[in-house]
């Protein structure tokens, strides 16, 4: 069962109030990337439980571990990210010299106290002396996610601190993003007044959200939301720029450019959020004016493809012709070794060309191009016209 207002999505209902109740209409099915997260949350709560909560023998262990990893999921950097994870959990106990902190994993926790209905689960909450760390594991690889002022673990905070400020003086509270697939990690503290504050000041708006009142507002925080794709307010902003004001001079300035890439990056993700909507209605059978479901092109294949060796073979085929030995890739052979133990093995024969020049938001981490470098790398050798 779900919470209307869910921690994780927490980003978009303080944002935009109705999205929470809007988003009910939508399925709730799982992406490819979510159940692989799901994977690596297992196995990394597999690893913290022996480590810190639950000893238990190496057989037992395996037997655990071997279960998941019969998931077709499974990849080897999920064992080696989520033991870069357990360390990073040890890091934080150690930190405490002379006592044993207590540990609690995939914890349950209840923020109603401030949303109305609201509950989560927290990957890993540490507590020791007045300290009390919430970590979060993010196993997505595109979206980084930033500890600061982060309302999910805030929300995952306020409730830890219902649950255990009975036993616990607690008055410090560390916020964690473990996000190894993007090589971040981020840590926000807060004291645990403001943090209360905090959560007496967004009562109302959680309320409005409950009730699904008040003003659809875009931004960011819409890339996610389940009513994304029908949205009206996302629609009316994504319109806007069939109607962008032309005027003179002739030529677009650098300015205008830049404003209209942003919005053209967030209409392509609508529009085929869209596409991806009607057609799903067309095939309930729903219509949508000016479209209509068809069969895509279809493959062929064969139903066994052993008999028809046989058969070919049978038929005087050499069964040599019949294979191709292709090189695996670079990347297919570091996923069957792992991170860990490509770079062991194969770290002096890799070489990295430069990227090409890419454009990104100018809020990527990554280094802007120095203007000599981004020209000579475009323009290569054909620079000598
Ligand atoms: S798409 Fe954006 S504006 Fe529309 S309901 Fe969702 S969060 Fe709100």
Known sequence: MHAVLSASS?????ECTP?????????DSKSPSAAEGTLAHSIAELKV???????MSTRTFNSRYNKLKKSELYIADMDTDTEEYLDYIKEIMIS???????VAVEKKV????????GFGTADCIIIANDDMHIVDLKYGKKNMVMARENPQLKLYALGAIEEYSLFYN????HLHIFQPRMNNIGQFDISVSDLQNWGESIKEIAQMAYMGIGNQVTGEHCRFCKASAICRARANENLELAKYEFKTPPLLTNDEVGAILKQAEDLADWAKKLKEYALSETLKGNSIQGWKAVAGRSTRAFTNIEDVFKRLIDSGIDENMLYEKKPLTLTAIETLLGKKEFESKLSEFITKSEGKPA???????????????????FLGGNNNE
Do not use: G, M
């Open 10 to 14: 927490a980003h978009r209902w303080l």
């Open 19 to 27: 999205s929470a109740r809007l988003e009910e209409q939508f399925d």
């Open 49 to 55: 439980t022996k480590y810190a909560i639950e000893p």
């Open 96 to 102: 405490y010299k002379y006592i044993k902190p207590f």
């Open 110 to 117: 209840d923020f109603s106290k401030y949303v109305q209905d």
């Open 170 to 173: 607690i008055q410090n509270v």
């Open 359 to 377: 454009l990104v938001d100018e809020n990527d981490k990554r280094p802007a191009l120095k203007k000599e470098s981004a020209i000579d790398e």
